[in-house]
């Protein structure tokens, strides 16, 4: 018996790269043949072939993604931010104070411009009306909302809008020893409960914005209870931060759309050796939408400048991809 | 070609079960057949058979283990205070305002009584000290230290004081699908840098303390720096609370040592289903320490009532391990 764990090893790994051998073919089959493509597959073969210059030992093979806009869509106003609307219309009856708030005032007044820079300032009111309620019931709101909801434009639930190219990238990644996360703006409530079945990203691979909760025992029961106060906003130099406190690396390679992933793409590229930073420009109104330096939601600029002078990938929507989402 | 995956799948299948079957002995070698190491044993077979009624799945088996005295020993001093004391000393003619200090008296004093109630402002101490460097500078000189240093009585490397016992359970909870995790009040640089070579556990799986950094610009590279405040102290009711912001699922197992890791086993048990909560309990004077009810450090009390009122598994180290350290 001592032999067979060597002999069925060794049969083991025959047999996989047979099995890989037979079963590969295009990893990203909604890419096309562009230099985007190129790069990607290069960078991956690059950092994954042992001995070669650009090689990455498999523990620090981390890749890091932007949510709204670089894995689902964020128009006309992030998903949050339209959840958040809801809830707080919801709850305004409760709270009279709110009258003279500039945040509320814009809900109110459907003022979808204004809305779009207040995402700090709704999860601040959303904080207050939900203090008080434990995160699992906090968790199950946002799901009913999630089933019951729809898109304006697509008719779709949100959760329809995840980018088919980019879970072909995370799969694909994945399938290369990267472990993948999500490093984002939004709450980490507001994607857990979903991003598992979307992009195989578990909880425990979600970073965002964190609000304040309290470990309490109600009726003999522990439960953590939500305050108040958002205690940290993983954005813009934010998501640097939120990547050393979650994750303790710093990633090989980094996906985002906008400014406040630009902070991201440069902690990323300051590291050593061979390093992907990619942006996805939306620059396709028919199949999804289009906008960049003039947009309140999803503002690329500086970082657009920024990936054009250090060569940097700058996805086209409209030209490096086959189809957008996977029911189009 | 189209079956060969299929064909090397199930030879592939075959092969690991007849290694897994040739490699099978006791995982838990460093363990006496005692009750504890049946209760462990019992715990993952149930939660591990399929169509069983204590059946977890995969995505779901998350085990969180306690630092200090759980997965390595903390006596006379949690080593991360050793630490401290050496920097502070170090950093004191920089920093005359600390005179007065009642943290800066007892460790000038060489109380250890005194020091071993007061992390938290040796940390407070330490960060103004260590404001202003950056996360790798910081890293460094943890590394150095390790590197420089011996446990008093031991004379060996703190990082040699893993327990062996513990490493198996680490070991075996893994080969069994669970993904493991550090809950410690300690902060995460203090274990990042040696965590997974000792326990298997990366970075991105160790939660603690955390200290406020800042992204900025050095010379043109992106840093991340120290500042003076500790943004949050994942201890007691800390622990939960950090558990659901960077793992976000509830442990089904959990593991401690002290009144520290009471509300993170009180979380886990609240879940549904099969559930273990086990604590070590430092009897071996001999091999280790002997400590509980009295101890300033590890105090294990109200934590130990609730273990025997509710039929935690309490770890005898004298009567349940065979060893305590790899090098006895």
Known sequence: MRRLPAIAAFLVALLCALAAHAQQGDPLPSWNDSTSKKAIVEFVQATTTKGGPGYVEPADRIATFDNDGTLWAEQPLYFQILFMVDQLKAAAPRHPEWNGNPAFKALA??????????????????????????????????????????????????????????????????????????????????????????????????????????????????????????????????KPEGIYRAIGHRPVAAFGNSDGDLQMLQFTAAGD??????????????????????????????????????????VSMKADWKKVFAFQ
Do not use: C
């Open 273 to 314: 050796g061979r390093r992907l930073m990619l942006l996805v420009h939306h620059d396709d109104a028919a199949r999804e939408f289009a906008y960049d330096r003039a947009s309140k939601v999803g503002k690329l600029d500086k970082a657009w400048d920024e990936a054009k002078a250090r060569r940097w990938v700058v």
């Open 109 to 238: 007044a459907h003022d979808e411009k204004a809305l779009a820079g207040m995402q700090k300032e709704l999860l601040q009111l959303l904080a207050v009306a939900n203090s008080g309620m434990t995160v699992a019931e906090y968790d199950q709101s946002i799901r009913d909302w999630l089933a019951a909801t729809k898109h304006p434009k697509f008719n779709r639930p949100y959760t329809d809008l995840v980018y088919q190219p980019m879970q072909e990238l995370l799969a694909y990644l994945r399938a290369n020893g990267y472990k993948t996360f999500i490093v984002s703006g939004g709450s980490i409530e507001f994607m857990r409960p979903w991003a598992e079945k979307a992009y195989g990203i578990p909880p425990e691979q979600v970073v965002g914005t964190i609000s304040e909760t309290k470990f309490e025992m109600r009726d003999g029961k522990p439960v953590l209870v939500r305050g108040p106060r958002i205690v940290f906003v993983d954005d813009g130099a934010g």
